[in-house]
């Protein structure tokens, strides 16, 4: 990091026609008096879910040995690169009443929130992202974002993890053109009309605030003005493959009306998604996010990988071996994909680190098993470094199934300056993740 002399507010925002965007923390908005306190004293911390549903070849997810000399499984294989930036769990469960048989509204209700449903009924408990972004999101526009690569409805059984208190589930945005007008509107609003005029006159978003981006520019040293030409040129792609979805016509799909934004494959979807957060985190408008692969007992085939097959179907294999084949193709495809959020937050630096060391990022399952809706033993992995309070390249084995995630889950608070006492069935702190 470079600290000159120059400074300019943290919240600027460069507005114009319709349009305003936030910037990513640049040099410039770090007074050199103040520069050394606050990259070592006080960094931004960030706090992400990323949910794939419908569990895991359990046989080929979990890698071999343990701390810091574990093999990697097959199904992780794509995450290797990224070793040092991780810690791989397994013993812990979210099953809040073992008396109960598994089924998908338990695992869901429960996943991130450690309390067990009333039956027939939504009622469950605050979840652990909206308990974190009632502190976290005082500081950022959006206290919380909440996405999906599949449209996940609310109002049944199958809603997504997240409860903004005990009884109210939040929708989830699954079209990504919905999402970069909420980021980079007018005050945050999806604009339809705003959308319209942007295709009709075939102009970006940017093209509106470019005399300003060169204004601004001016101001600049070298670093930060690489950094705002990468910020910008992310901004222009994201836009661009957008469009492209939204400006493909359907072939060959008689009585399929894809929703305007969003691309055909699933695959682009979470690609597109990834890059969106990236964005998000990137420009500090939110600091706490989920992220869903799909919705719970969702249907998806996956023809990039050669599975044609329905993933609910698949899931429940009965250990029939092409199932549990499929599965594990799946596995794979969801650890790249992951790798590849990864590798973009590792890439983008923040001070003396980068996104990736100042976020602390919860990738899992709510199933383990998942042909017999099993809630334990979950397939667990928690990516980042929480401002240097996580220490990574690990696997961290716990007895049994009897430690609840809820105590993960108290840790993780800790680790971004949220300390709670209780949440959902926890009965402690998990003390093997010290630095």
Do not use: C
Request: hydrophobic share 40%; net charge positive.
């Amino acid at each position: 990091m470079i600290v000159t002399k120059k400074h300019i507010p943290r919240r600027m925002i460069l507005r114009g026609a319709g349009t305003a965007f936030a910037l990513p923390l640049l040099d410039a908005m770090i007074p050199a008096l103040r520069a050394e306190r606050l990259t070592a004293a006080a960094p931004v911390r960030r706090l992400g879910f990323i949910v794939y549903p419908l569990g895991v070849d359990q046989d080929r997810w979990k890698p071999k040995g343990e701390g810091s000399n574990f093999e990697f499984s097959e199904a992780l294989a794509p995450l290797a690169q990224h070793k040092d930036k991780f810690v791989i769990f397994s013993g812990l469960s979210s099953d809040p009443d073992r008396s109960k048989p598994g089924f998908h509204d338990r695992a869901i209700a429960s996943f991130l929130t450690g309390v067990e449903m009333t039956k027939g009924k939504i009622q469950v408990g605050i979840s652990i992202d909206q308990l974190a972004a009632q502190s976290l999101g005082k500081e950022t526009q959006f206290a919380s974002l909440e996405l999906a690569a599949e449209k996940v409805s609310v109002n049944n059984a199958h809603v997504g993890p997240v409860f903004k208190n005990a009884t109210v589930p939040l929708p989830f945005e699954y079209n990504p053109r919905r999402v970069f007008e909420r980021l980079f509107g007018e005050g945050g609003r999806i604009d339809p009309a705003a959308t319209a005029a942007r295709q009709q006159s075939d102009r970006s978003s940017l093209d509106t605030v470019t005399e300003r981006i060169a204004e601004l520019k001016r101001q600049l040293g070298a670093a930060d003005r690489r950094k705002l030409d990468e910020y910008v040129e992310s901004i222009r792609d994201i836009e661009r493959r957008i469009d492209v979805a939204m400006r493909k016509p359907l072939k060959d799909l008689p009585g399929v009306e894809r929703p305007s934004g969003v691309p055909d494959a699933w695959v682009d979807n979470v690609k597109l998604m990834f890059d969106l957060q990236t964005l998000a985190i990137q420009a500090d408008l939110t600091r706490v996010w989920t992220f869903l692969y799909g919705r719970e007992a969702t249907s998806i085939n996956y023809p990039h990988i050669g599975v044609a097959m329905g993933h609910h179907e698949i899931s429940h294999h009965n250990f029939e071996k092409d199932k549990l084949d499929a599965l594990a193709k799946i596995n794979v495809d969801q650890s790249r994909l992951f790798a590849y959020f990864l590798g973009k937050l590792e890439n983008l630096k923040e001070g003396n680190s980068t996104l990736l060391d100042h976020s602390l990022i919860l990738y899992g399952s709510n199933l383990s098993v998942p042909t017999s809706h099993s809630q334990r033993d979950l397939p667990i992995i928690l990516a980042g470094g929480a401002a240097g309070r996580i220490k990574g390249g690990r696997y961290l084995k716990f007895a049994g199934d009897e430690t609840p995630l809820t105590n993960l889950y108290l840790t993780m608070l800790d680790r971004v300056g949220v300390p709670t006492e209780k949440f959902g069935d926890s009965t402690g702190r998990l003390n093997r993740l010290e630095v």
